[in-house]
DNA sequence: GGCAATTACATCGCATGCGATTAGATCGTA
DNA sequence: TACGATCTAATCGCATGCGATGTAATTGCC
């Protein structure tokens, strides 16, 4: 019998962890942290850095508004971070002259030098999970749908 | 031209962030929470004490070990959870009789009693991606096959 | 039986995420 | 041009994740 000829409580009454897309989900994007780890210990970064860097790396240089926007992060989650980053000398932090408000960020050169390495990462990622990559595309695509079907609701 | 035709450092060299699986899965992980978090709250549960409870919801009665195991989340991570849902009084945590290692860990009539409104929660993530039942479906086995893969590379 | 190795859980420290709040800059409008 | 509303970061508190380490119980091998 097919899903679609149940109620939602009938769904519900059969709930499983290993049914849960969340689930999926959390567990899967943990497992892909644990994959890069090492690759990030031998750059000095974390993962929410790294993704910082991948923006700075693709940009130059950006804004904690747009970085916000674009990592779907809030500013009390970026301020400490990047402040780690500019202690590490990856990147640097001032106002911007136009509007004071904004918080300009950009890549030092010490930063730009990682991006080499960095970039390779995802490659290597997708290869170890034994997927095409264009299945691999294909499902971030589809994760990245959902995501923003499910923030545009949200908003 | 197809990816399939550029060597990894040619892939690595057009690496975006908004290419990359890693992030698609971590960022849809937490649009997911954000969307759960109105009902968890009612519930006083955090995510990650959610899909403990959803673990007990389904086996009644587990260990820290198999609920380790399950939820492919450390003893470190769990022990102060699993303290917390005792002190809320969802779960009760007891040395098993047989092996003094294992630590027992069930549910009581309390937390069980949330179950039903727990349930439900999935159902209308599910509902509110856009995506038809048997997408999401088939979305969380690729994501669980891939997770399961990149795990067993690690072990 | 004795004892080193293993196992299971707990503790500590550090780095996120995020709700709530605050402070300062800019905008919009009377 | 005042001035309240809005916008942007930063600060604080709490709850994860997880590496490193500690401790107690059990196992395995002689």
Known sequence: MSVNNLSPEEIAEQMTLDHMICFAAYSASQAMN???RPILDEMGLTYPQFIVMMVLWEEGQTTMKA???????????????LKK???????????NKDDERLLDIAATEKGM????????????LA????ETLEGVIELQQRLANLRNRLNAKAS
């Open 34 to 36: 644990r994959f890069y």
């Open 85 to 95: 980053l500019e202690a590490a000398g990856l990147v640097t932090r001032a106002r």
């Open 67 to 81: 970085l916000s926007d674009r990592l779907m992060l809030e500013s009390n989650t970026l301020t400490p971070l």
């Open 127 to 130: 290869a170890a999970t034994g």
């Open 113 to 124: 030098a990682l991006k080499r390495r960095g970039c390779m990462a995802p490659v290597e």
